[in-house]
């Protein structure tokens, strides 16, 4: 017989109450090489022995004092460690009671005295490798059951004939997770009744289908509904049907397959949305270069009529010619923007607009949207006009709004305040310096927690934010600033822990033509020398020609290196730029950003939301460009 190795050496708890005899078993052992004995004389301490060293084996000696063979056993197989270790009983006694009695105990082997050490380690090696592999069995089929519970999967045996699941427990698991009455008990056969009543009434027919395939048919498949603890589930059953001498039973597996459905519902919904932002953004694009080249010829149609009806006279018959040409373009450019919204992509539309009745209108959708738990108080003044998209502000009081509802969530009132400012000395503000002058301030204050000074000032950092982890994406307070400085306006922020916070919003009044219009040219030295640069012929044209009627000397090129040497120093120097942004080449917006550093830049914007937002030395207009839009550009460039 061939040795076990070393390394897998097999404990093996030798069991007698006479010395000699222990030191004679363990020789045999020893002899044989692969076991590693353990010697006990004293029955009484064999039980709490074996729940140490786990012995792989054990000779048992059954005539002992106090104890017999038989009782010890009978202990051993009462501990569900020690239940499956094979007990070979070693004695003298060789009557077929003894024998009969020894295997009811739970032995399974007896072995006569005196000792043969060759068959006794044959016997040994027979029954330690069936107990190896039995135990890996089990290990193999806890690791089974531990797979179909994480699966939730289920094996099954269907008795064809007698319309009854084969009790088992696969069955009862097999019951348990579609939900059948025959659930609360492992040992009773189902009936196949019972798991077609679980079954949704539409997918009956296919199951049975599957249930009756016949030997040689391969497996079959089918996926069924039932409902299971008051929730729909989903099943993938798969059978296989097996001859026995009885007639036909079929075998397969069930599996709950409803986590796994609802996660490609969800990737199908994904794809799906996926498909149609891929589209919108494909409608967007054609969008932006149809309403791109529309809006160039806008701005001839617009920009000559209007010129042409200033020159004309109110009354004159020629000037009710034009004005149907002005309506017409005015319609045609609302429907571009609408084409816009459709592809997504913004437009940037300031128009003459009333700080304070904008407020009251806007606020109560403010509360209805936040669902805000207070009244949000409006306290107004009369103020001049601001020159402002409406849509864009919507965005910043929305916004605002939110973070000081929030903020109050707990406890405390929210206030948006209208009002004229008027500045004897420059003031700081977030990223830049408010000039001394008038402004109008749309303010929005809380009596909230306040912001801790560390954090004031970082507030305005993308992605930072004080709230909670999946509370606030810090996007907020960096949007709003961005929509200010495309106003030309000015943001500050005033916060003390424990008071409240005041984010305020400086816009420069608006000067209408009435008031303006006549003073724009003496008023403003800027408006001195103005150079347009716009690729298109139609823009540069209109552009230079409501620059002249604003009392401007214009300059007209098409390329940024024929601007160049227009813009040294001296008495001829260029005051204020106007550029096309869309026609910009790469090289040439390096350029723009070099000579914005110190000029003031009037910036036509393209028809897409990613041209850039306003800055200190940069005011954008939206396309096609007004001669009102020109002016407050001047007016601005007069107090940068």
């Known amino acids: 017989m061939s040795e076990l190795p070393k390394t897998d050496a097999s404990t093996v708890l030798i069991v007698d109450d006479s010395q000699a005899n222990l030191r004679l078993a363990a020789k045999f052992l020893e002899a044989i090489g692969g076991y590693q004995p353990v010697l006990v004389s004293n029955p009484a301490r064999v039980l709490g022995i074996a729940c140490r060293v786990q012995p792989e084996a054990v000779l048992m000696d059954i005539m002992m004092p106090e104890l017999d063979g ?10 569900p460690s020690l239940a499956d270790v094979p007990v070979i009983f070693v004695t003298a006694k060789e009557d077929e009671a003894s ?10 082997d007896y072995v006569v005295k005196p000792l ?5 380690g044959v016997r040994l090696r027979v029954h330690i490798d069936h107990y190896r592999a039995r135990r890996e069995l089990q290990r193999s089929e806890a690791r089974l059951r531990d797979a179909q519970a994480t699966a939730r999967l289920a094996d099954w045996q ?3 004939g007698r319309a009854v699941f084969l009790g088992s427990p696969w069955t009862f698991k097999l019951c348990r997770l579609v939900g059948t009455p025959s659930s609360t008990d492992a040992v009773l056969h189902a ?4 798991l077609l009543a679980c079954i949704a009434v539409e997918h009956r027919e296919r199951l049975q289908q599957i249930l009756r395939c016949q030997p040689g048919q391969g497996e079959r498949e089918a996926r069924c509904r039932s409902v299971v603890d008051g929730s729909l589930r989903q099943f993938h059953f798969v059978a296989h049907a097996e001859a026995d001498g009885d007639g036909t039973r079929v075998v397969g597996t069930v599996q709950d397959v409803t986590e796994r459905f609802a996660a490609l519902e969800s990737l199908r919904r994904a794809e799906q949305r996926l498909m149609e932002s891929k589209r919108i953004e494909a409608v967007g694009r054609l969008a932006g270069g149809v309403a791109h080249e529309f809006n160039n010829l806008l701005q001839a149609i617009l920009g000559y009529s209007s010129m042409l009806a200033r020159r004309l006279d109110d009354g004159s018959a020629e000037r009710g010619l034009v004005t149907p040409i002005l309506t017409a373009g005015g319609r045609a450019r609302e429907l571009v923007n609408q084409i816009l919204l459709v592809g997504r992509q913004g437009s940037f539309a300031p128009q003459a607009l009333e700080l304070c009745s904008f407020a009251t209108r806007f606020v109560p959708t403010v509360e209805t949207v936040l669902h805000a738990p207070s009244p949000i108080t409006v306290a107004c003044q009369s103020v001049p006009e601001v020159w402002a998209d409406p849509g864009l502000l919507e965005h910043v009081l929305m916004n605002l709004c939110q973070n000081a509802l929030q903020a109050t969530a707990t406890a405390g009132s929210v206030t948006v305040t209208v009002d ?10 977030a990223g830049s310096v408010i000039p001394a002058g008038q402004h109008i301030r749309l303010a929005v204050s809380d009596t909230g927690v306040g912001i801790p000074a560390d954090a004031l000032e970082r507030v305005l950092e993308p992605f930072f934010t004080t709230r909670p982890v999946g509370k606030g994406s810090g996007l907020g307070l960096s949007a709003v600033q ?6 030309q306006g000015h943001l500050v922020l005033a916060s003390a822990l424990g008071q409240g916070t005041t984010v305020s919003v400086y816009l420069a009044p608006y000067q ?12 403003s030295p800027l408006c001195g020398r103005a150079l347009v640069v716009a690729a298109d012929e139609l823009i540069r044209g209109i552009l230079a020609l409501h620059l002249g009627d604003l009392g401007c000397e214009v300059w007209a090129v098409a390329r940024a290196s024929e601007a160049s040497p227009l813009l040294g120093p001296g008495p001829e120097a260029v005051d204020v730029l106007a550029v096309d942004l869309s026609g910009l080449s790469a090289d040439e917006q390096g350029w723009l950003g070099e000579v914005a550093e110190r000029l003031p830049v009037l910036g036509v914007l393209g028809d897409g939301s990613d041209d850039g937002e306003g800055s200190a030395t940069l005011f954008p207009m939206a396309r096609p460009v007004t001669v009102e839009s020109l002016r407050q550009g001047l007016i601005w460039a007069a107090r940068a």
């Open 420 to 429: 004229s400012v008027v500045l004897e000395s420059v003031l700081p503000a």
């Open 99 to 108: 024998i009969g009695k020894a295997f009811e105990a739970g032995g399974v």
């Open 158 to 160: 269907l008795d064809v």
């Open 191 to 194: 009936p196949l009744s019972d």
């Open 482 to 487: 961005g929509v200010v400085r495309q106003h």
């Open 512 to 523: 209408s033509e009435s008031a303006g219009a006549g003073t724009v040219a003496q008023a």
């Open 70 to 79: 038989y009782e010890v056993c009978r202990q051993l197989k009462q501990v």
């Open 116 to 120: 043969d050490g060759r068959a006794l």
